[in-house]
């Protein structure tokens, strides 16, 4: 009887894909109130269903690299989406401060934007380097 050795889930791999899974939840919210969200944020309905597209497929990707690609990798692509979402979100608090109607649009550009560049980078990112012991555990599956 083979015995079946389960991969190692480790706490950065549960946030990685908490993050692909909130990413996803915010894309289906974006697209089901596309509408009602554009009118809150002062963008057009339709890049508020374009950006909820975007995240979700961005998030479904997220998801599905966990496992082939580092860490380290999600970690560092992680930092650098969180860090431009903080800045977009700034720049359009700012905007809307001084009386702009384009800070929800430029927040909103952005979470369209930026998933498909995480996405893409992903994709295009080395994958994880096998040792014998996952090579051992791929095997046994």
């Known amino acids: 009887m083979a015995q079946v050795v389960a991969p190692r889930v480790t706490r950065q791999t549960v946030g990685a894909v908490a993050d692909g899974a909130f990413k996803v939840l915010l894309g289906a919210a974006g697209i089901v109130g596309a509408a009602p969200l554009g009118r809150l944020l002062g963008t057009p309905a339709w890049l508020m269903a374009v950006s909820g597209a975007a995240l979700l497929i961005g998030g479904g990707i997220e998801i599905g690299y966990t496992r082939s690609r580092p860490m380290r990798t999600y970690t560092r692509l992680m930092i650098a989406y969180d860090s431009g979402w903080a800045l977009a ?3 359009g608090f700012l905007m809307a401060r001084q009386g702009s109607g384009a800070g929800g649009e430029v927040w909103i550009g952005y979470q369209t934007a930026a998933p498909v560049l995480f996405a893409a980078l992903l994709i295009a990112a080395a994958p994880a ?13």
Do not use: G, M
Not at 129 to 141: F, G, I, S, V
């Open 129 to 141: 380097r096998t040792t014998p012991d996952t090579r051992a555990e791929n095997a046994a599956r």
């Open 89 to 91: 979100a700034l720049a």
